[in-house]
């Protein structure tokens, strides 16, 4: 059997969500099937790290698609000429787009179609680009793996797709998230936020992260509790508009907000474990892998009451509404001064991370590609 395999957002230390998750699932999944022969498909010069196995070739086609014009001659012209040379049995593509003119069957991961929801949050390019195209990929894929209910049922709704053609592939966490020592700690304080407590948020730098609520609503509780507690914000600037600006600019010079970047995967694991707690009260998920990596790391979570994050948070997490900047600062107040509300959320953490393993991701997305071949 051969199996095609969108891999172009596997980019040596520049995985995002989507990237982690192709990572994290082919990684097993390769190993997992030996007797498949797998064909990784680069839009650029490649890591030898992402070739999983022996039973990996890997193909670079241009041109670069980061950018709706080369992405349509990337997935309709480029990759249909690479799989009618290959003749895979199936193409997978985990970044919710497929070859519009390939006659090859497909599966297509779906995130989320938070565009169709929140448009003005992107680039107009973009928003164009995904309205016109996505339901175009969920009506032609042979099947269709997403990674919560919530989307599942979205995708439904929106795009009027059978329930019967979705499977739900849960995301997972890197299992290198674990509780510090008290030495650690310290710390991680000490290197992350000049010694004090702090929060912290991990994610890109977005509107539809809420930071421009999230920051008011950290500097209001500053403000009520004269409290030294930072915020520690952890990734890249994606794309951000004026209110999200002004906020990042007043928190920031103020002393209060510390803008660290992107961390490498050690350094991450060090800076979640060391907070407080994980504030991560985005208007609109898929899923919301943050949330799980504090699970594992042993940190109390505080998330949104909207879309998928009570799905994957269960009882776990403090529940806020996203859009009052009143509800998010005193939930921040009641973490940072509530011991024992802290205790109980990092137990229920644990118990919860446990539904969310790549082991169990792998396998989940197996039984969808076999679905998909069987149709």
């Given at each position: 059997?051969?199996?095609?395999?969108?891999?172009?957002?596997?980019?040596?230390?520049?995985?995002?969500?989507?990237?982690?998750?192709?990572?994290?699932?082919?990684?097993?999944?390769?190993?997992?099937?030996?007797?498949?022969?797998?064909?990784?498909?680069?839009?650029?010069?490649?890591?030898?790290?992402?070739?999983?196995?022996?039973?990996?070739?890997?193909?670079?086609?241009?041109?670069?698609?980061?950018?709706?014009?080369?992405?349509?001659?990337?997935?309709?012209?480029?990759?249909?000429?690479?799989?009618?040379?290959?003749?895979?049995?199936?193409?997978?593509?985990?970044?919710?787009?497929?070859?519009?003119?390939?006659?090859?069957?497909?599966?297509?991961?779906?995130?989320?179609?938070?565009?169709?929801?929140?448009?003005?949050?992107?680039?107009?390019?973009?928003?164009?680009?995904?309205?016109?195209?996505?339901?175009?990929?969920?009506?032609?894929?042979?099947?269709?793996?997403?990674?919560?209910?919530?989307?599942?049922?979205?995708?439904?709704?929106?795009?009027?797709?059978?329930?019967?053609?979705?499977?739900?592939?849960?995301?997972?966490?890197?299992?290198?998230?674990?509780?510090?020592?008290?030495?650690?700690?310290?710390?991680?304080?000490?290197?992350?936020?000049?010694?004090?407590?702090?929060?912290?948020?991990?994610?890109?730098?977005?509107?539809?992260?809420?930071?421009?609520?999230?920051?008011?609503?950290?500097?209001?509780?500053?403000?009520?509790?004269?409290?030294?507690?930072?915020?520690?914000?952890?990734?890249?600037?994606?794309?951000?508009?004026?209110?999200?600006?002004?906020?990042?600019?007043?928190?920031?010079?103020?002393?209060?907000?510390?803008?660290?970047g992107r961390l490498g995967a050690r350094d991450l694991t060090r800076a979640i474990g060391g907070a407080l707690a994980s504030v991560y009260v985005s208007y609109f998920e898929g899923f919301g892998?943050?949330?799980?990596?504090?699970?594992?790391?042993?940190?109390?979570?505080?998330?949104?009451?909207?879309?998928?994050?009570?799905?994957?948070?269960?009882?776990?997490?403090?529940?806020?509404?996203?859009?009052?900047?009143?509800?998010?600062?005193?939930?921040?107040?009641?973490?940072?001064?509530?011991?024992?509300?802290?205790?109980?959320?990092?137990?229920?953490?644990?118990?919860?991370?446990?539904?969310?393993?790549?082991?169990?991701?792998?396998?989940?997305?197996?039984?969808?590609?076999?679905?998909?071949?069987?149709?």
């Amino acid at each position: 059997m051969k199996i095609a395999v969108n891999t172009r957002l596997l980019l040596r230390d520049r995985l995002d969500g989507i990237g982690w998750f192709t990572f994290e699932v082919f990684k097993r999944i390769v190993a997992a099937h030996p007797e498949v022969e797998f064909h990784f498909i680069f839009d650029r010069p490649y890591s030898p790290e992402f070739i999983f196995g022996k039973n990996v070739k890997a193909h670079v086609i241009p041109p670069p698609a980061r950018h709706p014009m080369l992405m349509k001659i990337w997935y309709d012209w480029s990759l249909p000429a690479l799989l009618k040379r290959i003749k895979p049995d199936i193409f997978i593509s985990p970044d919710a787009q497929i070859s519009l003119t390939s006659s090859i069957k497909q599966l297509v991961v779906i995130h989320d179609i938070n565009f169709e929801h929140f448009p003005q949050d992107i680039p107009k390019v973009y928003t164009d680009f995904l309205k016109k195209r996505s339901p175009r990929f969920a009506q032609k894929a042979a099947r269709i793996a997403t990674v919560s209910e919530f989307s599942k049922s979205d995708l439904v709704r929106t795009y009027d797709i059978s329930p019967d053609k979705i499977d739900v592939v849960y995301n997972g966490a890197n299992t290198d998230y674990k509780p510090l020592s008290e030495k650690d700690r310290i710390q991680a304080k000490q290197e992350f936020a000049q010694g004090e407590d702090y929060f912290i948020f991990v994610g890109s730098i977005h509107p539809r992260k809420n930071l421009q609520r999230l920051i008011p609503a950290f500097l209001a509780y500053k403000k009520r509790t004269n409290s030294s507690v930072k915020l520690v914000l952890v990734g890249n600037i994606f794309w951000q508009d004026d209110q999200l600006k002004e906020s990042m600019a007043e928190g920031i010079a103020s002393g209060s907000i510390l803008l660290k970047g992107r961390l490498g995967a050690r350094d991450l694991t060090r800076a979640i474990g060391g907070a407080l707690a994980s504030v991560y009260v985005s208007y609109f998920e898929g899923f919301g892998i943050p949330i799980v990596e504090a699970f594992y790391a042993g940190v109390p979570v505080i998330t949104s009451n909207v879309t998928s994050m009570p799905e994957v948070a269960g009882d776990a997490a403090l529940l806020v509404d996203p859009f009052s900047i009143d509800e998010i600062s005193n939930a921040l107040e009641k973490i940072a001064t509530d011991v024992t509300l802290r205790t109980s959320l990092v137990e229920k953490g644990f118990n919860r991370a446990k539904l969310f393993h790549w082991d169990k991701s792998a396998e989940a997305m197996w039984n969808c590609i076999t679905k998909a071949l069987q149709k």
